[in-house]
């Protein structure tokens, strides 16, 4: 809003000539961000709390631990990334953007979903939101509509491909085919993220490392002469995306202030979903999709974990890991909590920069 409105002046006035610049617009967006999650955040909380007198439904045969130690503890704080992160972007970014507002709506749009998931669940009590297949055919219309979209507003050299990484411009040509593979990049990320979502802080801040890696991608990706430089796909008005992972990065780390052990609330599948689906569209404008199962690595264990789990007792009866996702798998071997976080968060990074080097190594 800020560039639509005050860049036209920049003639007039100099000091206006700042907003033309992504990185300035993007460092603007993660401190809007972070203030609007500092000052709203306790009153959200309290709102929750008031809402809320149970708390988020713990599982039952999830971590003992879990029923002693987070019981009573608000969830749906997703709301709070959700408004920080709406109002960083649209007063930063350039509205007149169409892939802003692609991956705007696809954000909340899953964070809508998750919403209603969490209301259903603390309304009633027990873990048990939305019907499964119900919450899938929401995600994938979104997904759809996104990857409909992108595809049409691609130039027509990069509409309906897949960028392969590690090798120079290359496209892998799917047509139409590109739209269920978008369909299964988007909805599979907002799931991964909300399945990792099972510890304090262990879901944001590998958002945070991947919205990160991503705002980097986005500028080079959208800038001519980078592009050219590293030898990889430019997409016209794809650097704009940096202004909203950058706000994605503000709310996050305000939403961190209180989600740190001991969490004062859950983001809950309002949140989750919300970035995960964040991630994979901004995945799909930048056109490194592939690169996103790297960075967001992690998420992609955690979601691998879960399948082997289900298809290991469903046609064996015994499990591969004490309890699935594979973070509960290392708390009931007895990793402390913080422990496991913080080793899971460096796993995150190390990924990131694998991810990052992608970009050189072509």
Known sequence: MLYNLLFPLADEFALFNLFRYLTFRTGGAVMTALLISFI??????????????????????????????????????????????????????DLSNIYVWVVLLVTLGFGAIGFIDDYLKVSRHNTRGLPGKLKLLLEITIAGLAGYVVMRHSAPEIS??????????????LGW????????????????????????????????IAAASFALISYLVGNVVFSDYLQIQNVAGAGELAVFCGALIGASLGFLWFNAPPAMVFMGDTG????????????????????????GGLFVLETVSVIVQVASFKLTGKRVFRMAPLHHHFEQKGWAEPTIVIRFWIIAVILALVGLASLKLR
């Open 40 to 93: 709203c955040g306790p009153a959200v909380i309290r709102w929750l709390k008031s809402k809320q007198h149970r708390g988020q439904p713990i599982r039952d045969d999830g971590p003992q631990s879990h029923i002693v130690a987070k019981q009573g503890t608000p969830t749906m704080g997703g709301f709070l990334i959700l408004i920080a992160l709406a109002v960083g972007t649209l007063l930063w970014a």
């Open 160 to 173: 309906g491909a897949l960028a392969i990484p590690f090798l120079k411009n290359t496209l892998l040509h």
């Open 272 to 295: 989750s979903l919300a970035m995960g689906g964040a991630l994979g569209s901004v995945s799909l404008v930048t056109r490194h999709e592939i690169i996103l199962a790297v960075i």
């Open 177 to 208: 085919f590109y739209l269920p593979f978008a369909m299964v990049v988007t909805v599979g990320a907002g799931n991964a993220v909300n399945l990792t979502d099972g510890l304090d802080g262990l879901a944001i801040v590998p958002v945070m």
